[in-house]
């Protein structure tokens, strides 16, 4: 198995569904998963034969996405990590599926905001109040754990962007 297909089918993935699972319990989403995240995308790139041009607009597309939510984060809309997961996250997806990416995210992060404040409008369940990711979730003076529908966007996207076509020959 080529490492573009290993990246593809198990550390991407991997590396959303920890980002999700990390936001969830702790609101937080590591600068080292982002850095994982941008240096598999090198690799892949590298092995892949992605030529200068390609890269290049691949490079403008998480540029692009990490001006936008560094904004938004100033602005107190995001949290940090929400905008440096969707910045890496579009890097791999290039122009090619940017915008399909960030309208899944957009319309998964309306769903689980929606969600999350008629779940908060109602007490907490006895079973979750040990649990004290539980409880963070549920206040409402917190955020919302953007991250899951990032990774959640991502993981639908993958199988259409150029650099899965490429890792598969298509």
């Known amino acids: 198995m080529s490492l573009p297909l290993i990246a593809l089918l198990f550390i991407f993935p991997a590396a959303m569904a920890y980002a999700a699972a990390s936001d969830l319990v702790s ?6 998963l982002c850095l994982v995240l941008l240096a598999t995308f090198a690799v892949c790139a590298a092995t892949l034969g992605l030529g200068w041009n390609q890269l290049l607009w691949h490079l403008a597309a998480g540029g ?3 001006v936008i939510c560094f904004g938004m ?8 990590g929400d905008a440096k997961l969707a910045a890496v996250t579009a890097l791999w997806f290039g122009f090619d599926q940017l915008m399909p990416y960030l309208s899944l995210a957009a319309i998964g992060g309306g769903v689980l905001t929606f969600v999350l404040l008629k779940l908060r409008s109602g007490p907490l369940p006895q079973v979750a109040t040990g649990w004290s ?3 963070r979730l549920h206040s409402p003076k917190e955020g919302v754990p ?5 990774a959640f966007a991502a993981l639908l996207v993958l199988p259409d962007s150029a650099l899965w076509r490429a890792a598969m020959g298509l």
Not at 146 to 150: H, N, T, V
């Open 133 to 135: 990711w539980a409880r």
């Open 27 to 32: 609101m937080t989403i590591s600068n080292r």
């Open 146 to 150: 953007y991250g899951i529908a990032l």
């Open 64 to 66: 692009l996405v990490l």
């Open 73 to 80: 984060f100033a602005a107190g809309w995001i949290g940090g």
